[in-house]
């Protein structure tokens, strides 16, 4: 191991070398400790619908998974870069060379080329029948060279609807899917209402709102009267 790269909730990810080849990989370690049968097959699931797709540029690939003692390990591509969530927190978009009679157009050509990455990623999980369910800008990571790469899969399902509520992060959930409206929801349209938020995060750098609440965020419902 040579590094630590980041956690969350369930995992925590090291940067790791390969003795023999010298590769450089991200090692997602997931705990199995005191996890039920559902919640083991849960992990496979992610295991599965990750490898299924890891052949496309704009998804990080998944090269291999094993299992030691009361750890699963997932071997992925390491993405020499930083997450969408920090490029926009940086205002990379303003990082813009060269001379222009309107930097802003620029600076929307920056936004376009990162976020047609972002749709394309996507789009090739939804011809596959997988639906992310996390899309945020943290689970996007951007290379040195630019390139866009959708990770983490731990809440993807293939269930074009679904019933389990409040499956995400709050203020990129869409409404139906945070506020028990409509029973199932549909999968791919909670994915496109995540792309809307992450897309005007692009803009603006922010999120419209904390939470598709009415009854829990004024902002959104201030957007729900208007």
Known sequence: ???FLGSGSYAVVY???DETTGAEHAIKCLSKRSLSE???ELQQIEV??????SHHKNIVKMESSFSE???LFLVMEYCDGEDLFSWISRDADYEIEGNFENPEVERIRIIKNVFDQVLDAVMFCHQNGVYHRDLKPENFMVTYDGIVKLTDFGLATTEDYSTDYECGSKPYLSYESR???RAPYSSRQADIWSLGIIFLNLLYHQCPWADPSAGECEAFASFMKD
């Open 48 to 53: 599965d619908l990750h490898l299924s797709l």
């Open 69 to 71: 003692g009361d750890w």
């Open 179 to 181: 506020n028990f409206y």
């Open 38 to 40: 559902e919640m083991l």
């Open 15 to 17: 940067l790791a070398r």
């Open 1 to 3: 191991l040579l590094d």
